[in-house]
């Protein structure tokens, strides 16, 4: 494993972890989800390299090792414009497709990412892994309202609870590891709770214009995001299939590793994967 900073916009600095293989024939960017940052996907970039896929795992900013306010984002853009300069590194530092994927928030923004992108500037396709299109726990309309109001006023302004892992993963040792983390983020903002929900309305909207092929890998026992709203969103992309793993929670790419990773290879590869259609093939 390797490491490198990327120079993002605003002059922001973004850690990007990579495995490349000798011999690579296809790249993934992987966007982590919200809480954790780059370093709990290595496994998955360990698997993929194994199979001859170079992996970069940056930290967005605000997470991990990258620049930014700890849990927060100012617009939901600028985690967009994070991932289109990581896209452009690895563009110029490889020489074999790129594509770009991402769990839970990370599917979130890499869906935007790729929306309304010309030729060569977005990615060749997309993998998302329970993707934050929507939560399941549900917003009434004047709450919204109210969040925007508030975040307007003060943005950083942190959640008094903090936020924990439990139910997430159905590996026992993810909370464990969680809980000794001091880079992991526990207690977002309110301008970052309402950029999320901002985000969500843009996905919606911006569905028809993502042209990349799409990969959905939903658990079948989600209890953060809703696996309803994730079709409803790719039903409305051109090229979009989701794979439902029955027992899966939340952290898809922590559940069975072999198994998704399988998946990853072979729909990077061009194959036909296995699963529902979400949209016309």
Do not use: K
């Not at 970039?45 to 100012?74: C, I, K, N, Q």
């Not at 209890?223 to 090229?239: G, Q």
């Amino acid at each position: 494993m390797d490491a490198t900073f990327v120079r993002g916009p605003g002059d922001r600095s973004l850690f990007v972890r990579y495995i490349v293989p000798e011999t690579p024939w296809a790249s993934l960017v992987l966007l982590h989800g919200s809480m954790v940052h780059s370093e709990y996907y290595l496994p998955v970039a360990l698997a993929l390299a194994e199979a001859g896929v170079a992996t970069f795992l940056p930290d967005l900013s605000g997470h991990g090792r990258s620049d930014g306010v700890r849990a927060h984002v100012a617009r939901y853009e600028d985690h967009v414009e994070d991932t289109r300069s990581v896209l452009a590194y690895v563009r110029r530092s490889v020489s074999v497709p790129v594509h770009l994927g991402g769990e839970s928030y990370g599917g979130l923004v890499a869906f935007l990412a790729c929306a309304r992108r010309p030729p060569g500037e977005g990615a060749r396709s997309l993998v998302l892994a329970a993707p934050a299109f929507g939560l399941r726990a549900r917003i009434p309309a004047r709450l919204r309202t109210g969040l925007r109001v508030v975040a307007q006023a003060v943005p950083i302004l942190r959640l008094p609870v903090p936020m924990h892992l439990t139910g997430v993963s159905r590996r026992p040792d993810l909370e464990r590891l969680a809980a000794r983390d001091p880079l992991l983020n526990r207690q977002y903002t309110i301008g970052f709770f309402s950029e999320l929900l901002r985000a969500q309305e843009a996905a919606a909207a911006e569905a028809p214009h993502v042209r990349a092929p799409v990969l959905a890998l939903l658990g079948g026992e989600d209890r953060v995001t809703d696996n309803e709203i994730t079709r409803r969103v790719l039903a409305l992309a051109p090229y979009a299939q989701t794979v439902v793993y029955p027992a899966f929670y939340h952290a898809v790419l922590s559940e069975d590793l072999a198994t998704v990773a399988r998946t990853l290879v072979a729909f990077l590869a061009g194959e036909e994967g296995e699963g529902e259609a979400a949209g016309a093939p």
